[in-house]
């Protein structure tokens, strides 16, 4: 059985929403320029009935309130959804339904997992889990069968109102048993990835972050372009945010505080609201978004656009701010680095349409950060004592 869009049509997202495709200037593309999206990583969102699959969908990139989640139906087909915000940011989401069993006959494994880039499986903390362990377990090996690159990913969802303890009880036990299953399976070389994930918290944008980040060839290169702007700007953390979705697609080493990350996330919230109300566009955030929050603890948050639908979130000491042109001219450094990867990874997309290269014999963002092409303009900012 080949599950194609005629048969299950994507429930899309609104015209008005932003999810569409721009360039490195934020310029909307043509519906065909960046390719078949078809050939994009798609990420394939399984689990038990009632495990929360379609709400972690709607929280993340349909801007939906936890509140509104609990009146959503269960999923009867498989819904897609295409993600194509930006250069970094382009794949697909295919929903499915609780009661699909990958070993009938008809089911066309090839189709379904072929093209996967990461499996996201949700398992109900609140509820009995031995059944999903075990729908797990299967789903995993008629994967890996199809497509052994595909990245595992276990949300031990729905872990609001549990304490700290039953958390890690609940991660231990899942992971301890997954992990035996496919060891008994001859299966050790698979690697599993777990959260602990929530819709009433930033828990489960942190995690799809992570998932994201797989999916992304030029992680390594925005990494480290972030390594070099944060110790030459006197910068204590920062992050690359997608801002409609408010996941980070990049990070510098360090690190990552919860605590740290919700307040990015809610300074971007901010932005959003506050630049919506003095706002005519479409998209309120735009080439001259910026902002500068004073916490009560000297801290500093700080966040300047890249592009139409990126943007750089900064933490640093308030006594570290006082060179803020260093830190300004630095940055713009750093963006002009972002839009050459961006140029080279049109080009990547050209030549996988045009000659069908496997995506690892294409060009090397990397050559960025060896050859020093992208740091040679940026400068130490030292700190004010």
């Known amino acids: 059985m080949s599950y194609d869009d005629d048969d299950y049509p994507a429930d899309t997202f609104p015209k008005d929403f ?228 408010k996941i980070y697609i990049a990070t510098d080493s360090s690190p990552v505080d919860m605590q740290t990350y919700e307040l990015c996330c809610d300074m971007i919230d901010v932005v959003i609201d506050l630049s919506s109300i003095y706002s005519s566009e479409e998209t309120a955030f735009d080439s001259g978004s910026s902002s500068l929050i004073k916490l009560n603890n000297n801290t500093i948050l700080y966040l300047r656009e890249v592009n139409k639908f990126l943007a750089l979130v900064c933490i640093l000491r308030e006594e570290n701010f006082n060179r803020q042109g260093v830190i300004d001219y630095n940055f713009i450094c750093f963006r002009d680095a972002i839009s050459e990867v961006f140029e080279l990874r049109l080009k990547r997309q050209k030549q996988l349409e045009n000659n069908g290269q496997d995506d690892d014999d294409l060009l090397d963002e990397q050559a960025l950060i060896r050859h020093g092409h992208d740091a040679g303009g940026i400068s130490r900012a030292q700190p004010i004592n």
């Open 18 to 245: 932003g999810y569409r495709a721009y360039n490195q200037d934020g310029l909307e593309l043509e519906p065909n320029a960046t390719g078949n999206s078809e050939t994009k990583p798609r990420i394939l969102l399984m689990g038990m009935r009632r495990s929360g699959k379609s709400s972690i969908q709607k929280v993340v990139f349909h801007k939906m309130s936890p509140n509104e989640t609990l009146f959503l139906e269960s999923t009867s087909k498989i819904v897609k959804d295409d993600i194509n915000n930006s250069s970094f940011v382009q794949f697909q989401i295919w929903d499915f339904p609780g009661q699909i069993d990958f070993f009938e006959p008809t089911f066309d494994s090839d189709m379904i997992f072929g093209g996967c880039g990461a499996l996201v499986f949700v398992i109900d903390a609140k509820d009995d889990y031995n059944e999903a362990l075990t729908k797990f377990k299967n789903t995993v090996l008629q994967a890996y069968k199809v497509n052994q690159r595909i990245k595992f990913e276990v949300f031990i969802h729905k872990v609001d109102g549990i304490s700290d303890d039953s958390k890690m009880e609940s991660q231990r036990d899942i992971h301890q048993r997954s992990s035996d299953d496919l060891s008994e399976a001859g299966l050790n070389q698979i690697h599993l990835s777990f959260h602990l994930t929530s819709i009433y918290d930033h828990s489960i944008f942190e995690a799809f972050s992570k998932v994201v980040q797989k999916l992304i060839p030029q992680l390594p290169t925005l990494e480290n372009l972030l390594n070099i702007f944060i110790p030459n700007s006197g910068i204590e953390k920062a992050f690359l945010f997608d801002v409609v979705s």
